[in-house]
């Protein structure tokens, strides 16, 4: 669902922003709320050709369309119905059901590549090295460069990756609480599993980003963080006054304090709502044992008092 800004209603419709509120999705993710940062891009750069690795609904697959994209390669292995006739249904989107980042190889150069798919160290890793080679003068967005998966690799199951480019992992999800993994935390009920532990050395979508630019052999690529909905990231390399022009107006959003603290504050509410509901659901769980437990003992007195006395 896009989000969109609804103002403080009126008068005579005061109720309409929390209208709006409510009709949005309790936990928003998706890459179309950044609009308006496609739209800048859009605005600054020549894009004819996107490849989008990582398909939501199709929703931000047109989107990129209605910019002023021609042909949008949406790369999605596992697409769901739904999806495939979002795609089939419209002209310029084409469905890759190859693996990134073995589709990447596959495909022609693009003007720009979305990043969104699994948001691991390995993949986003052996994607970036791909892009920044073959690729020197595209843009690039990257999802998910904060809180949960910056400094925590985060698989989908069942994974494509090898053990040697997995870390230990668990169906526990972390939480902004405390540091540990727990059951009460982001946890992705069977659809991926989460690295045990945070940090160190190749770990987490952010920590790739940083040593694909490590390695990059032009050293003029910027990245610039929009602290937002997970983190969404631009990189490119500056090359005109354009260009110039698109980073600072980027800038604007990466430097803005008000931006990270409603972030740190979302993360806050939804991860202490998550820790709620699971209290919710061990206690329901308790009352439905206490009360078979209950009938239990019920079923046996009445047995005791209807059966014969020896």
Not at 148 to 155: E, G, H, I, K, T
Request: with cysteine; glycine share 6%.
């Amino acid at each position: 669902m896009t989000a969109e800004c609804t103002g403080p209603g009126s008068r005579h419709d005061p109720h309409a922003q929390a209208r709006h509120a409510r009709q949005s999705p309790l936990l928003l993710h998706s890459l179309s709320v950044f609009r308006e940062i496609f739209e800048l891009l859009f605005e600054h750069r020549e894009i004819g050709t996107v490849v989008e690795v990582g398909v939501e609904s199709g929703e931000v697959s047109a989107l990129y369309l209605e910019l002023g994209a021609t042909t949008v390669h949406c790369v999605e292995p596992s697409p769901s119905p739904d999806l495939r006739t979002a795609i089939a249904e419209r002209e310029g989107l084409h469905l890759v059901e190859t693996p990134s980042p073995a589709a990447l190889t596959a495909l022609p150069a693009a003007e720009l590549y979305i990043l969104d798919g699994d948001h691991n160290y390995a993949t986003v890793k052996h994607e970036l090295d791909w892009i920044l080679r073959h690729a020197p003068n595209t843009l690039v967005v990257l999802h998910d460069l904060l809180w949960p998966c910056s400094r925590r690799d985060l698989y989908y199951q069942p994974s494509p990756l090898p053990p040697p480019h997995r870390h230990p992992a668990s169906t526990d999800g972390p939480t902004v609480w405390h540091d540990e993994l727990t059951p009460a935390g982001f946890t992705g009920l069977g659809s991926f599993t989460s690295a045990r532990h945070a940090g160190g050395e190749r770990n987490g979508v952010l920590t790739a980003v940083e040593d694909a630019l490590d390695d990059a052999t032009n050293p003029s690529w910027r990245l610039l963080l929009i602290p937002a909905i997970f983190g969404a990231g631009v990189l490119f390399r500056p090359q005109n006054p354009a260009d110039e022009q698109l980073l600072r107006k980027l800038e604007l959003y990466q430097n803005s304090h008000l931006l990270a603290a409603m972030e740190n504050n979302r993360i806050a509410l939804y991860t202490r709502v998550l820790q709620l509901q699971y209290e919710a659901a061990a206690r329901d769980s308790h009352l439905d044992a206490l009360a078979d437990q209950v009938a239990h003992y019920r079923a046996e007195l009445e047995r005791l008092k209807t059966g014969p006395v020896s």
